[in-house]
T-cell receptor, first 110, second 117 residues
Framework: KNEVEQSPQNLTAQEGEFITINCSYS?????LHWLQQHPGGGIVSLFM???GKKKHGRLIATINIQEKHSSLHITASHPRDSAVYIC????????????FGQGTRLTINP | GAGVSQTPSNKVTEKGKYVELRCDPI?????LYWYRQSLGQGPEFLIY????????DSGLPNDRFFAVRPEGSVSTLKIQRTERGDSAVYLC???????????????FGEGSRLTVL
């Protein structure tokens, strides 16, 4: 079983919909990252969380340390949000190494 | 430069050849990471440098893979006797050092796409 599991693997929605991507992990962590990867493009860091909630524009990320779960939400989704969203955790043990989820491919149709 | 720079952006080689991939991190970032991403997969950890030394090389798949960072800035990932299964995008990232109670945000390069024919 992977240490980091994301769901769904693929998500297609219409422009304007509220989007939720989930990430569950099975190890103790010091931080969790949400990353965005456009097709053929590099990876951009969206959020780095160790507790609570962060918001940036239409993006919101939450984490529940006790439940070992994080969610990434996108409000008023737009076709330009179409990308792969990746959850990655920084383990407490071996803290310099990020463990990545498989990613969620999001497609927003106009 | 302003961001993490990786060269070449694309490399096509033949099975059995030697390949070097270069990463130029953000100036002042002491931590440097190499990851490998196969099609449809999340990135897979290869090696982490803290300064000049490889602090964790547990992700290198076998002894054909080697990485150096001799002066604590630019790093080179070296692959000997390439195999078709080595085809992937090789990603480099850098950060300020994550210390106890402190996490370092990662900045990724655009990746080097390696194709082994």
């Amino acid at each position: 079983k992977n240490e980091v599991e994301q769901s769904p693997q693929n998500l297609t929605a219409q422009e304007g919909e509220f989007i939720t991507i989930n990430c569950s992990y099975s190890v103790g962590i010091s931080a969790l990252h949400w990353l965005q990867q456009h097709p053929g493009g590099g990876i951009v860091s969206l959020f780095m969380l160790s507790s609570g909630k962060k918001k940036h524009g239409r993006l919101i990320a939450t984490i529940n340390i006790q439940e070992k779960h994080s969610s990434l939400h996108i409000t008023a989704s737009h076709p330009r949000d179409s990308a792969v969203y990746i959850c990655a955790v920084r383990r407490i043990q071996g803290a310099q190494k990020l463990v990545f989820g498989q990613g969620t491919r999001l497609t927003i149709n106009p | 430069g302003a961001g993490v720079s990786q060269t070449p952006s694309n490399k096509v080689t033949e099975k059995g050849k030697y390949v070097e991939l270069r990463c130029d991190p953000i100036s002042g970032h002491t931590a440097l990471y190499w990851y490998r991403q196969s099609l449809g997969q999340g990135p897979e950890f290869l090696i982490y440098f803290q300064g000049t030394g490889a602090a964790d090389d547990s992700g290198l798949p076998n002894d054909r893979f080697f990485a150096v960072r001799p002066e604590g800035s630019v790093s080179t990932l070296k692959i000997q006797r390439t195999e078709r299964g080595d085809s992937a995008v090789y990603l480099c990232a850098s950060s300020l050092t994550a210390r106890q109670g402190h996490t370092g945000e990662l900045f990724f390069g655009e990746g080097s796409r390696l194709t082994v024919l």
